[in-house]
């Protein structure tokens, strides 16, 4: 009964202050209204609660559960977004034009450095080819002969150093020719798995449209973007936590590289961890939560943060006293450090040892007679 006559009185003794707030007086003097009607409640509450205390005797105890307060490790982290990445993971391209022939390769499969992935038609550059090697095989029958007539010192320079610039002219000609026949063989750059072929047989190839995408994933990387607020917390060589959600998997790495340069557009920094990745896990493009230590206390009071409630004087809890043959429910009044995934640090208003009521906490207030689950 007492509990439902403070929920009714406090709202109303508000209600009362706002309406008394809204005469016409200048700030000086409503602030000082204020800091009068908080101090005429704050005693009102001290009565009520005060109140409840001497009739506690005639009401049940409340069951709470209660554990002793120790030191602990607590640790804050940075969380960042973080972005995979594949060094080796290109779009590849033919060097030169023509009609796909063949396609040497099915997506999905693993090829090595330098296998065959398709072929353009060559006969135009095959014609060619023949065609000069066919004047090349004349013009160095000529130099030949050339060159034992002037080795007997017969016949003039001339002729031999024309005949010579033109076997010369046509070997050149014809590496050239054999050069951009061999660009019509399209050959993997590196080795991997082709995750996807873009064109048919039959359609026309060019440096400009893309063949094939082919990618090795061994090793990745972890790009984030950092703010600039945490440029001190963050170093090259620190290791980190990584958490890939969508294929539940954790693991911890340490940071290759930060950027030197701040993004004006969102001041903020690059970071990038590699990654070994044999399996074949971590795919590119896959959202990674990269979770590094700004803050660490070997031997720190904790508590947690649901329990910590706040009203006008700032944070408290409730702490079970042993009082003459009764334990009592004790409010507390705390200064809060840090808070992290769910922990609170508290700074100060708590000594190890105290008894803190983590359950059962919202079904007292202060001076409520209590017993132990």
């Not at 001290?46 to 554990?67: A, F, P």
């Not at 999905?108 to 060619?128: A, E, P, Y």
């Not at 890939?244 to 990038?272: C, E, L, M």
Request: some cysteine; glycine content about 6%.
């Amino acid at each position: 009964m007492k509990k439902l006559l403070i929920a009714c009185i406090i709202p109303l003794l508000i209600a009362c202050s706002a309406k008394d707030a809204e005469k016409d007086m200048d700030k000086p003097e409503q602030l000082k209204l204020y800091k009068s009607e908080l101090a005429v409640l704050k005693t009102k509450i001290s009565d009520l609660e005060t109140e409840i205390r001497s009739t506690n005797k005639e009401e049940e105890t409340i069951n709470v559960s209660i554990e002793k307060l120790s030191t602990s490790k607590f640790e804050h982290f940075i969380q960042v977004t973080g972005n995979v990445q594949a060094d080796k993971n290109i779009t590849i391209t033919p060097e030169t034009a023509g009609n796909i022939i063949s396609i040497d390769v099915i997506e999905g499969r693993h090829v090595n450095k330098g296998d065959i992935l398709g072929k353009l038609n060559t006969s135009q550059i095959q014609r060619s080819i023949d065609e000069v090697k066919t004047n090349l095989a004349l013009v160095t029958t000529i130099f030949e002969r050339q060159e034992r007539l002037w080795n007997q010192k017969i016949g003039s320079e001339i002729e031999y150093l024309q005949a010579k610039a033109n076997k010369e002219g046509l070997e050149r000609n014809l590496e050239g020719l054999e050069a951009q026949k061999d660009m019509a063989i399209i050959t993997a750059p590196f080795s991997g798995i082709v995750d996807e072929i873009h064109q048919k047989r039959g359609e026309l190839a060019s440096p400009s449209i893309a063949f094939a995408q082919l990618v090795n994933i061994d090793k990745v990387y972890v790009e984030g973007y950092v703010s600039e607020s945490f440029l001190n917390y963050i170093k090259t060589g620190e290791v980190v936590e990584l958490d890939f959600p969508a294929i539940n998997y954790q693991t911890k790495a340490v940071i290759n590289q930060t950027s030197n340069v701040i993004d004006p557009g969102n001041r903020s920094f690059k970071i990038r961890i590699n990654l070994n990745n044999p399996k074949h896990m971590i795919k590119p493009n896959l959202i990674s939560v990269v979770k590094i230590k700004d803050y660490e206390v070997k031997e720190a009071r904790v508590v947690p943060s649901i329990i910590i409630k706040k009203d006008f004087e700032g944070n408290y809890l409730y702490v079970a006293k042993q009082e003459g043959k009764h334990l009592v429910a004790r409010k507390t009044y705390v200064n809060v450090s840090k808070t992290y995934n769910n922990i609170s640090m508290i700074e100060s208003g708590l000594s190890l040892g105290d008894q803190i009521i983590t359950e059962g906490y919202s079904q007292v207030v202060n001076g409520s007679l209590i017993s132990t689950k």
